[in-house]
Every structure is written in C-alpha cells, then in structure tokens.
C-alpha cells in the first residue's frame, strides 16, 4: 500500500466518524431547546465544556508544540470556531433561521478556495463535478422555505461573518497539518478558546439559569459531547487529507445523515429541497472521494513531512 493510498485512506475513516457523530448530533441537538426551553447560551458552554474529554483523550501520550506558530494558528482555529457559534445565537435572536443558515452553509466553499489559493492544493474534473454537487446539497438542505420579510438587517452581517469564520477555520486546521502541528496541539487550543469564551455567553445570558429540571443539562451534555468529539475527528480528518475535499464531503454528509436520522426517529419525511440533497451530497462525495483514490498523486514534501511527523507524535 503506497503512503498516498494510506493518507487517502486515513482521512476517509475520520472523516466517516465526524460523518457519523455530527449526524447523530444534527438530529437530536434542538432537544434540549426545544422540549424544555434551554437557553442557547448554555447550551454553548456545555459544549465547550464537554470539549474537555475528546481533548483529554488525544493529549494522552502526545508532545505540546510550543512553537508560537503552533499558538497562533491554534488559537485562530480556536476562536475563529467558539466565536461563530455565539455569534450564530446572536444572528438567530436578530433575523431568521431560514435565511442565516443557508448563508453560513456557504463555508466550505471559502475554505476550497483558500485552499486552492494559498496550499496550491488541486483537485481533477471528476472531484471539481463532486463539489458541485456536495456545496449544493449543504445549500439544499438549509432551504425551509419561508416569506422574505427581515431578508436584510444585522443579522445578515452577522451571518457573514460566521460564514467567512468557519471557512477560514477549516484552512487553518490543515494549514497547521502542512506545517507539522499535531493534533492534540490543535485540539488543546480549540478546547482552550471554547472555554474562554463561557464568561462572554452567560454575562449575555445575564447568569447561569437555576430554574430548569436537570434533564435539560444532562440532555444538552449528551448530545454535544457527539458535537465536541466530531470537532475533534474534523481535525484528524483535515490533517490527513485536502481541506478542498474534506470540508464540503462532512458539511454534505453529516446533515443527509441527520435527515435520515431524523425520518427514523422523528418519523419526518425530508422535504423536497431534502430528498435532493441527500442525493446530491451521495452522488458528490462519492465523486470526490474516488477522483482522490484514483489520482494517486504523491504529496508534496511540505505535506508528507508534517504528516509522518503526526503519525510519530
């Protein structure tokens, strides 16, 4: 088996696990909400919280790169994440959801770009075909329809905004693969930069709320300890493969598995804009993935180095 055969592999199994674990947490996120009133807030901090035990795990055992490039794109990684999502709560309190979300959804194609850009990263027309179809389907599965009343406002700034973080966010967790940070490294300053931002997001909560029964905590843990975990296979995913693949391959899959997901448990049927999705992310990941597997192309010097280095931390 050649490294690259092995590197494609690689990313192809975290990425299928990030897949699997934001699925899942896709279709049973709005719980805590939406059955006992929890507040988003709180919900952010428990998800920085539970960021602890996946980064506990991986940090078992690996070396701390100190290297101030290692800080600074750590805690750019780290912020550019934290700080989209309590911008996001504070979007949805200003403009509406079905709007918001389908301009944040755009993200994957900022990352391509700055991946093609700056890492010189290629990918062949078949994969070009399946990105189509992947930055379609995560459009496609935003859609809820709606009338166009607030289509302008604040919150489309915001939107913006979290849009172009969570791009940039994704280029950087391979932009430290390519300079040899591993991902422990990575994963420690996401965590760090989730937690420093909980005094931001109960100070706009005005406190920590005491009037909820305990299953609204115990169900916001469980269901972002899916989230906190899949953040931590993103990293793995990106550090073994091109973030022009693997950022609109998860953001297709991980919502058509929630729509699945949710037609089981829910016993929903997707909507039109759904059901082609769905297919659109199959069909285009499924491209992308075998255009990736068949090129075979040797990673450059700069990439392989970086990566053994991983391997080995």
Known sequence: MTDTTKRTRGWIFYATLLIIFWGVWGAFSALPATKYGYPDEMIYSIWALTMIIPAAVILRGQRWDRRPAATIY?????????????????ALTMGPAYLIFPIISISPAITVVMAMVLLRERIPVLASVGLVMALAAIVLFTITGGDSEGSSGPWLLLAIVICVAWGVQAYFMRKTATIGVNEATTFGWMTISGLLLIPVALLSLGGIPTDFPWQAPALAAGTQILNAIGALFLVMA???????????????????????????AYQTLPTPYGAIGIVLALVGSTLMVYADERRGEAPTAAVLEPTAQTERA
């Open 238 to 264: 990106l550090a073994r493969g091109k973030a022009s693949i693997v950022a609109p391959t998860t953001n297709a899959l991980a919502p058509a598995l929630t729509v699945i997901i949710s037609l089981v």
């Open 74 to 90: 750590g805690l750019l990684i780290g912020l550019t994440g934290a700080g989209g999502q309590l911008a996001l709560f504070q």
